[in-house]
């Protein structure tokens, strides 16, 4: 430690949360100096969303909890001293920027903190100012923070962290709901913040791409909530990679492409954790004696497609409003399952969406993507009837979802909103699932073994008992993916469905994904994770500015570098490492790390006729990182 008294010291700490009987973290001990950053890992439930609550009083202030060992931030003890004292030390930025906004202007949200704090009307505004430069909404500053997207909501929350200037900033998913833009300028901002060295930053993180390169100490946390490690960026991500992949924790995409890459014949010693290292290792590197071509293995270089449509291909409209049917309300062959036709959409006086005209194939697995605040999450609100279109706009099946009841609405559309706990209704995580058996008059037997079930195959059968509300921020949207599973209805819309996943669980939740759309499911995701994109989407929805930039085959689209710069987003992580490789040119043309060497792959016919790629389980231990699908269970195509 740099300093005789550690900014953060925690000793012996476990907690335990009422109702529950396993402490979550247990027994941890570190320190933490000025100028630190610190990122924290760990699978869902170890206790790292837990760890953070306790470092400014909430826990077991606030939210009650068994608690063992101490923390203390700047020499003051965290059980003992009141949470307005501690919020001048530690500022926080909790996994749901929801839970902390209270104000009617995005100005006035950011100002709140320090005026609590009796601040000079001077300083209030100047830190207001300069936090909302930071993170780009100053222009925004007089708007209603409900009028804000939610990576929108997560920067304003971000900058009511940073105008505390408190000496401990914990940041709990911080980029979860940014595009890539937004997530660049988060982390230059952090970085310049803790550059004088006055500051420590204590980070949990998924997105490891975006963080690897602005933290030097790693925490992790293991399945039973002990320290499992404690070092550098090198010890830990570098040397540990495997351990930590086992464990079900996220690494960066260019690790675990190194991992397949090393289980091929090369060598990549140090192990790779950024684009940039990766393809200067590859290059500097002779291929493996006797491997053979991406060719001679048969990859997904075969599913080719019509390239990206600038626009919505428009489709006759029969007399009832439903381009799937005819002037005699008979179904047309080959029609989609989802159409939409000119949907403008309006939230108050704003107008979020403009003319948008999409078609959806049955059977399709598509990813609707997107920088902050383009509509993505209006359009798939629309889709659902969660937000009613305008009559005659957007139909599933026949359905006219602008004039469908929500009874209706249910048997055709699961929907798993971007917050969890906003659909959450019973008091138990049994009951939350069991809920929407009950509602199709199943017998209680039935309805108690398909809950059990579905608990199981979530990893929740221990949490049965327990309130929805006391899960951890992964186990809450596996629960919310459940209650949408559980009607089983033909179209399932997932709005960010990984946040808050570790690896382990976000592979199971994807394969499950991919096993249902095998089976027939129309699966439509948003999601900011464009590699979540290329290995799992068959076809790609572009919006930008509430208008549709683009749609067509996922392949097509992410080939098309100048299209997604002007959606202000950027290419996945694989492309950016391989798409420069000199030296293995049949590597440059990879962008899933489903088809990377050593990778099994067979080419089955997809439900829509053309050849995709199966990913299988095989016998590398080495998975993808975003999900081994079961054998059969369609991926979207390379970007080549």
Sequence with gaps: MSSAVPLLRVRGLGITHDGETTPAPASISFDMAPGEVVLLLGPSGSGKSTLTLALNGLLPQVVPASVTGSVAVDGLDTQTTPVAELSTRVGMVFQDPDAQLVTGTVLDEVAFGPENLRMPVAEVLARAEDALR???????????????????????????ALAMGSPLLVFDEPTANLDPAGIEEVYAALAELVSAGDRAILLVEHNLDAAVGFVDRVLVLGHDGRLAADGTVDEVLRDRAEDLHDMGVWLPVSTI???RLRRAGFTLDPLPLTPDELRAALDAEDAPAGSRSLSERGTSETKRAEPPSPVGRGRAVSAAGDPSLDDRGARLPGTPLITVRNLTLRRGRTEVLHRVDLDVPRGAFVAVVGANGAGKTSLIQALAGVVAPPKGTVHVDGLDIGRADART???????????????????TVFDEIAHGLRRQHLPDDEVRARTLALLERFGLDGKADSHPFLLSGGQKRRLSVGTALVAGAP????????FGQDRARADELLSLLSQLNAEGTTVIVVTHDMQ?????????????????LAEGPTAAIFADDALIA??????PPL??????????????????LADLPGTPVTLPTSRNGAASAARTTGADPIRPGYGTAP?????????T
């Design 631 to 639: 054998a059969g269970a369609p991926s979207g195509g390379s970007a």
């Design 532 to 548: 979540l994109v290329t290995e799992y989407a068959d076809r790609t929805v572009i919006l930008a500015d509430g208008h549709l």
């Design 575 to 592: 492309r950016r490492a391989l798409g420069g490789v000199q030296r293995h040119p049949e590597l440059s043309r990879i962008a899933r």
């Design 566 to 571: 002007r959606a202000g987003l950027r290419p």
């Design 134 to 160: 930071r993170v780009g909404l100053w222009e925004r500053r007089a708007e209603n923070p409900d009028r804000l997207s939610g990576g929108g909501r997560q920067r304003l929350a971000i900058a009511c």
């Design 409 to 427: 609405l249910s048997r055709r559309i699961g929907f798993v909103f971007q917050n969890p706990e906003h659909q959450f209704i019973a008091h």
């Design 257 to 259: 492409a190194a991992l």
């Design 491 to 498: 179209v399932l819309v997932l709005d960010e469905p990984t």
